[in-house]
């Protein structure tokens, strides 16, 4: 059951531009969405997450941009470089429970 | 402060057989949770542990279980396995008061 629906699959990007990544969920109760980065070989890595009262957060080059109406929330990286290049995956959960739903994943690639 | 400990890291079955994997979770977290990767069906939930008792369980066959021990370390079996049981197997430690999941390293199954 796909709760979450994640776009694009990949992603090629110049160094210095600025990849977006989408995500969709369905589930009007999950209040938690994180923001994971994996590379090859690693678990993944949570980079940012944010709650459904605020619209955006920013952390370093990482921006989470979220739409609760249209239940879409989406990832910016500034100024990307190369060391970016890895897999994203989007996630969404609800209450204190860990059963979190992911997206199918963005492989970025940035090219110097 | 330790990450997500998980053990073996990688290892090979062949069909039929079962195995065990384990997880140290991040001192002071008391919930832990596995995760099957595969490059097909993605990041999918199997269950939840929080202090010693399994919270949540995802779409997945008796074949998998868990346990969590008094000291929040957890273990996961897989019995009779199938060819379809390879993946990367992940462990995610949860903080309570955030809702954050930080994941380990990963076991990577090969079954023969």
């Known amino acids: 059951q796909q709760q979450v629906k994640q776009s694009p699959q990949s992603l090629i990007v110049q160094k210095g531009g600025i990849p977006i990544i989408n995500c969709a969920y369905e589930n009007t109760a999950f209040d938690y969405f994180p923001w994971y980065q994996q590379f090859p070989g690693k678990g993944p890595a949570l980079l940012i997450a944010i709650r459904p009262d605020v619209s955006e957060k920013k952390e370093g080059r990482f921006t989470i941009s979220f739409n609760k109406s249209a239940k879409q929330f989406s990832l910016h990286i500034m100024d990307s470089q190369p060391g970016d290049s890895a897999t994203y995956f989007c996630a969404a959960k609800s209450g204190n429970n860990n059963d979190m739903r992911f997206g199918a994943g963005t492989r970025l690639t940035v090219k110097p | 402060k330790a990450g997500v400990t998980q053990t073996p890291r990688y290892l090979i079955k062949t069909r039929g057989q079962q195995v065990t994997l384990s997880c140290s979770p991040i001192?002071?977290?008391?919930?832990v949770s596995w995760y099957q990767q595969t490059p097909g069906q993605g990041l999918q939930f199997l269950f939840e542990?929080?202090?010693?008792?399994?919270?949540n369980k995802g779409n997945f066959p008796g074949r998998f279980s868990g346990r969590q021990f008094s000291n929040s370390r957890s273990e996961m079996n897989v019995s009779t396995l199938e060819l379809g049981d390879s993946a990367l197997y992940l462990c995610?430690?949860?903080?309570?008061?955030?809702?954050?999941?930080?994941f380990g390293e990963g076991s990577r199954l090969t079954v023969l």
């Open positions: 001192s002071g977290h008391r919930s």
């Open positions: 995610a430690s949860g903080r309570q008061d955030t809702g954050e999941l930080f």
């Open positions: 542990y929080f202090s010693e008792t399994q919270r």
